[in-house]
């Protein structure tokens, strides 16, 4: 059972009777269904249906010769709005499944960038004459969530934000220095986050550690594509899931300059979203790959 589901507003799949009930809902009746046939001759299949604007259920699988659809795995989504990075991106099947997971380089988070793939048989119609990914690609992220609250917002210096907002493009430049072998940002950046380190430490003594740092991005649990994070709302609306009624929360989060989604059940957000306010939960990062993107 998918501990996602209840994110788009399925909590009342509780067991695997309600859950093939949910699949046979999806194949019999898509909204989209893409196919690709692999060089072995398996004809890969993605079979999608929306339960509201933006979210909904992919199953994953393959067709038989005569027409049959075996079910692989499924995964719930919501198709991110934002173009949330443009960078090269390397995809990597899981050992386990037919799944993807694309990773990327992006500066502004300072880690690698791990996802899950939404659009795999894009990825087959782009590498199918290709041995590789060889240029940048708009990635369109997303996220589901399943436990989560709303903070109060910061109070904002104009003149302070402006230093801070310098201060982060050099360091920046510093890491992407670093990462082509610049000794010289190495050191730097060594010393950076040893004063870092010693502020956060100073000032934690007598405030609190959410008035210190205002946005973060941090690798959670054993998955490689779940994440810790605490962004600030730019925008929300609210949803409702065409089956079960329920009311999922679509956020806009901006996190550490990199903006994407975020889906929650609305009995799983412990407070109220405000623009301005901020997010603080446990996520599931997914992404979509604009492979038809053409640099000309």
């Not at 059940?265 to 599931?284: A, M, S, T």
């Amino acid at each position: 059972m998918h501990s996602f589901l209840r994110a788009i507003g399925f909590s009342n799949v509780k067991d695997r009777l309600d859950l093939e009930n949910l699949i046979q809902l999806i194949t019999e009746s898509s909204s989209e269904k893409r196919s690709y046939t692999l060089q072995d001759g398996r004809t890969l299949a993605e079979i999608t249906k929306l339960f509201s604007k933006q979210i909904g259920i992919t199953v994953r699988g393959e067709f038989d010769k005569e027409g049959k659809f075996y079910m692989e795995h499924y995964f719930p989504y919501i198709k991110g709005s934002y173009m949330s990075t443009k960078e090269d991106v390397s995809i990597i099947k899981r050992v386990d499944t037919d799944a993807y997971t694309g990773m990327s380089d992006d500066v502004r988070l300072g880690v690698s960038l791990i996802f899950y793939l939404q659009n795999v048989v894009d990825y087959f119609d782009e590498i199918k004459n290709k041995k590789q990914l060889d240029r940048p690609y708009p990635i369109y992220l997303s996220a589901l969530s399943v436990s989560g609250k709303v903070l109060l917002p910061l109070e904002r210096d104009e003149k302070l934000a402006k230093s801070n907002s310098a201060e982060v493009q050099y360091r920046r430049q510093l890491i992407s220095e670093a990462k082509k072998g610049n000794q010289e940002a190495i050191d730097s950046l060594t010393i950076d986050d040893i004063d870092m380190y010693a502020m956060i430490s100073r000032r934690a003594k007598v405030e609190d550690i959410y008035t210190i740092v205002e946005t973060s991005f941090t690798p959670y649990g054993s998955e490689s594509d779940n994440y810790t994070i605490l962004g600030t709302i730019l925008d929300f609306e609210t949803l409702k899931n065409d089956i079960t009624g329920e009311e999922i929360y679509n956020l806009g989060i901006s996190c550490n300059d990199v903006v994407f989604q975020v889906a929650i059940n609305k009995n799983d957000l412990y407070g109220e979203p405000l623009v301005g306010r901020r997010f603080k939960g446990n996520i599931w990062l997914q992404g979509f790959v604009d492979f038809s993107f053409n640099n000309a």
